[in-house]
T-cell receptor
Framework: DAKTTQPTSMDCAEGRAANLPCNHS???????VYWYRQIHSQGPQYIIH???NNETNEMASLIITEDRKSSTLILPHATLRDTAVYYC????????????FGEGTQLTVNP | ETGVTQTPRHLVMGMTNKKSLKCEQH?????MYWYKQSAKKPLELMFV???????ENNSVPSRFSPECPNSSHLFLHLHTLQPEDSALYLC???????????FGPGTRLTVL
């Protein structure tokens, strides 16, 4: 699976949009981009995933560049409860492809 | 509430003890996973079960022994652990082993 690079930490003001970037320059054509988050001392939570088109659900939007080498997770109106570590994971939909968690980005939403 | 429960939530054990962690999923999923999260480290995948068969074992020491009696339950049997095994142990499930995973709250294990 392709490796991802994320900033170690980011801050965001409550009520503003949080834009979390991820670089995955070695992604291959059949690999998806997944985003999970982990609130302190809890299990990770699935947020969203996509292949090449932008995706939106009730939690967030995922913007994938046309060359697929990077993506951005957007939380449109961040709340204090969105403070968490956000993981960007690239994963192939083939047999044996695991979900490999890296260091992630610590997002802190400030009042 | 993700539909994946884990018990106990906290466990303290000595190095000579034998204990078991339990995971149950109420989602009708066919795949279940054990992960380990040590302090300041990323999650590490330990075991994967698909349709009650172990499909992945990532060089985990034999003092950790998984068991999957049916598609809803997953156990992790622990014996003669070391202090460095202290960690948060997370269970997850997915519809099949390629789909998005739902995680339980974890068991915080401390080995004295």
């Amino acid at each position: 699976d392709a490796k991802t690079t994320q900033p170690t930490s980011m801050d965001c003001a409550e009520g503003r949009a949080a834009n979390l970037p991820c670089n995955h320059s070695t992604i291959s054509g059949n690999e998806y981009v997944y985003w999970y988050r982990q609130i302190h001392s809890q299990g990770p939570q699935y947020i969203i995933h996509g292949l090449k088109n932008n995706e939106t659900n009730e939690m967030a939007s995922l913007i994938i560049t046309e060359d697929r080498k990077s993506s951005t997770l957007i939380l449109p109106h961040a709340t204090l409860r969105d403070t968490a570590v956000y993981y960007c994971i690239v994963r192939g939909e083939t047999s044996g492809s695991r979900l490999t968690f890296g260091e992630g980005t610590q997002l802190t939403v400030n009042p | 509430e993700t539909g994946v429960t884990q018990t106990p939530r906290h466990l303290v054990m000595g190095m000579t003890n034998k204990k078991s962690l339990k995971c149950e999923q109420h989602l009708g999923h066919n795949a279940m996973y054990w992960y380990k999260q040590s302090a300041k480290k990323p999650l590490e995948l330990m075991f994967v079960y698909s349709l009650e068969e172990r499909v992945e074992n990532n060089s985990v020491p034999s003092r950790f022994s998984p068991e999957c009696p049916n598609s809803s339950h997953l156990f992790l049997h622990l014996h003669t652990l070391q202090p460095e095994d202290s960690a948060l142990y997370l269970c997850a499930s997915s519809q099949d082993w390629l789909q998005k995973q739902y995680f339980g709250p974890g068991t915080r294990l401390t080995v004295l």
